[in-house]
């Protein structure tokens, strides 16, 4: 392939923000001591934790003291989720989330079903949107300890209801966990929310860095062996370059995301249009209307998932996919099933602040002849 | 999860079990056709895909997915037109 590759998997990680990487040198440089030791080069590392915490807290409107840097997304939602449940275990023992969050909220529901627990999963409609009346029929139950709610679906972009199902937990005095790794550095966040983690890698800034909000007044307990770093939320010390890299690339993305948002918008709305119009027997999935401005994800009728990614890489594009055929556990993606979409021959394309009109030309151009091709070779033209 | 009783029986059974997805819907798409109008077709097919794919195949193709069952698993699709 001459023409230079084409990234479209900014939902599992966007290319580094340039303000992450100069963040990132810099602080390697300042920012490897540890910062709770005693001399001049711990001082140093103190103030740059500290600067990062407070430019974090400051973009995403919270206190410094309300917010924690954690060594992924993932390890984040797990304290979320744990912590939550721990800090109301005098409350009850049930957590109640919608049947389309992350894999790692759902495994850490599965640690405190394994545990003794329970744990509730609520619907969502053919679009991906969370049933309301359910969630709040579920949260209102008596013994529910903790609510979780993903932002919007990081498998097929939907927005889900934060604000309402929030007024129903408040309602119900049940703190709400908010999923924001789609969100956090690319729209606002809604309000209403008592806890709420990000991941950095997902907005531009480096991997191995997530954010763990736990407002005032919120029961939460550590789930995890005491340590004191992180206010007691996050055992052992912090990558502290990629956090201040992180910090810095989530004022940068956030400065943009407005502009970022309208810009991305449209090409999402002219994928959606033309896919659904040039490549036959596809359903694009997702709310088309309130959904992220830079994801959409399609299934192709017959095709394997995995074959059709791994053409798309031949021809120079990188995109992702929750279809079962692409995992090792063989399972549809539990988003899908929950929508009741098709599973196979899915792919998600998710765009970024690098991404341009001709990439995502290139990518429409080439897509139809690659689903083409992928068909005729299984024989399944014309069916 | 099985369908109400009386319900039609199947025609003819597609055993699609140890086949991954999408072959279960593929074979499904090739067969059905050839069924006369109100003909269930049974599908067996023990990829879990399966249990979302063909009630989707179904909405998307306009036929009429009629039950699942446990047993094989099996999925009933009616030719509706
Ligand atoms: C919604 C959501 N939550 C959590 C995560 C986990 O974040 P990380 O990749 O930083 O572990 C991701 C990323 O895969 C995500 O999309």
């Given at each position: 392939m001459s023409a230079s590759p084409v990234y479209l998997d900014a939902a599992t990680a966007a290319p580094p923000h340039p303000v992450a990487r100069q963040a990132l040198l810099a602080a390697l440089d300042d920012g490897w001591a540890d910062p709770a030791r005693l001399y001049g080069q711990a001082r140093r590392a103190r103030q740059l934790l500290d600067a990062a915490r407070e430019?974090?807290?400051?973009t995403l409107g919270v206190r410094a003291d309300e917010l924690s840097f954690t060594p992924s997304g993932t390890a984040?939602?797990?304290?979320?989720?744990?912590?939550?449940?721990?800090?109301?275990r005098r409350v009850g023992a049930t957590l109640v989330h919608s049947a389309i969050e992350h894999s790692a909220v759902l495994h850490a529901a599965q640690r405190h079903v394994a545990g003794g627990g329970s744990a509730v999963s609520v619907p969502v409609d053919r679009l991906g949107r969370l049933d309301l009346d359910a969630f709040a029929d579920a949260v209102r139950a008596p013994g529910v300890a903790l609510a979780a709610l993903i932002?919007?679906?990081?498998?097929?972009?939907?927005?889900?209801?934060?604000a309402p199902a929030a007024a129903a937990c408040a309602a119900a005095g049940v703190p709400l966990y908010v999923d924001a790794a789609q969100l956090v550095g690319r729209?606002?966040?809604?309000?209403?929310?008592?806890?709420?983690?990000?991941?950095?890698?997902?907005w531009g800034g480096p991997p191995g860095v997530g954010l763990l909000v736990v407002r005032k007044g919120t029961r939460w307990?550590?789930?995890?062996p005491a340590d004191e770093r992180e206010s007691g939320r996050t055992p052992g010390v912090v990558?502290?370059?990629?956090?201040?890299?992180?910090?810095?690339?989530?004022?940068?993305?956030?400065?943009?995301?407005?502009?970022?948002?309208?810009?991305?918008?449209?090409?999402?709305?002219?994928?959606?249009?033309?896919?659904?119009a040039e490549v036959p027997d596809v359903e694009v999935v997702g709310d088309p209307v309130d959904r992220l401005p830079h994801m959409v994800t399609f299934s192709c009728l017959y095709v394997d998932g995995e074959a059709l990614l791994h053409a798309l890489d031949r021809h120079g594009?990188?995109?992702?996919?929750?279809?079962?055929?692409?995992?090792?556990?063989?399972?549809p993606s539990h988003v899908l099933e929950a929508m009741g979409v098709l599973s196979h021959g899915n792919v998600r394309v998710s765009l970024h602040r690098e991404t341009t009109v001709a990439d995502v030309e290139r990518f429409l151009a080439e897509l139809p002849g690659i689903v083409a091709a992928l068909r005729a070779e299984a024989g399944v033209v014309g069916l | 999860m099985s369908g109400p009783v009386g319900e039609a029986a199947p025609v003819e059974v597609l055993d699609c079990r140890g086949q991954r997805c999408p072959l279960p819907v593929i074979k499904l798409a090739r067969r059905l056709p050839e069924l006369p109008v109100g003909a269930v077709l049974r599908v067996l097919a023990d990829d879990p895909a399966a249990a979302v794919d063909i009630p989707a195949w179904c909405r998307m193709r306009g036929q009429e997915f009629v039950a699942a069952h446990d047993e094989g698993p099996g999925y009933d699709v009616r030719r509706a037109g």
């Open positions: 430019a974090a807290a400051a984040a939602a797990h304290s979320a989720v744990l912590g939550g449940l721990a800090g109301r932002g919007a679906s990081h498998e097929v972009g939907t927005v889900q209801p934060v729209v606002p966040v809604p309000a209403g929310w008592s806890v709420l983690t990000a991941s950095a890698h997902k307990e550590s789930p995890w990558n502290l370059p990629a956090v201040v890299a992180a910090a810095a690339s989530l004022r940068a993305a956030a400065a943009d995301a407005a502009a970022e948002a309208a810009r991305l918008a449209p090409l999402v709305d002219r994928i959606r249009a033309r896919v659904a594009f990188a995109v992702s996919s929750g279809s079962s055929c692409t995992s090792s556990t063989l399972r | -």
